[in-house]
């Protein structure tokens, strides 16, 4: 059964960088579509459906992010470590909170998450 375990977050003052990281195990990530979603201060962990869409990859790799990340967001995967990331540059305030990876996978598989503080 796939599972999905992310690193990289921490606390950083705006405009600075992250790169997270997000591990798949027991299925390989090529040839699926994966993305990075957030989990905005004061919502609900467990509520997938208040997540909010950050950045994605198609099964071709096309990259596709919302507007608010676009020109300072990249997302890229390693299909021989098996490992998506999410390199963030010049971060703002309101990038802060619990950053998911997603993999389309049946199902869909979710990670347990990684907190990003972004300090004015």
């Known amino acids: 059964q796939a599972q999905l375990v992310e690193s990289g977050g921490g606390l950083v003052q705006a405009g600075g960088s992250l790169r997270l990281s997000c591990a798949a195990s027991?299925?390989?990530?090529?040839?699926?579509?994966v993305g990075w979603y957030r989990q905005a201060p004061g919502g609900s962990r467990d509520s997938i459906g208040s997540?909010?869409?950050?950045?994605?990859?198609?099964?071709?790799?096309?990259?596709y992010y919302t507007d608010s990340v676009k020109g300072r967001f990249t997302i890229s995967r390693d299909n021989a470590n098996k490992t998506v990331y999410l390199q963030m540059n010049s971060l703002k305030v309101e990038d802060t909170g619990v950053y998911y990876c997603?993999?389309?996978?049946?199902?869909?598989?979710w990670g347990s998450g990684t907190q990003v503080t972004v300090s004015a």
């Open positions: 997540r909010d869409f950050i950045a994605r990859l198609t099964a071709a790799d096309d990259p």
């Open positions: 997603f993999l389309a996978l049946g199902r869909g598989v």
């Open positions: 027991g299925s390989s990530l090529r040839n699926n579509p």
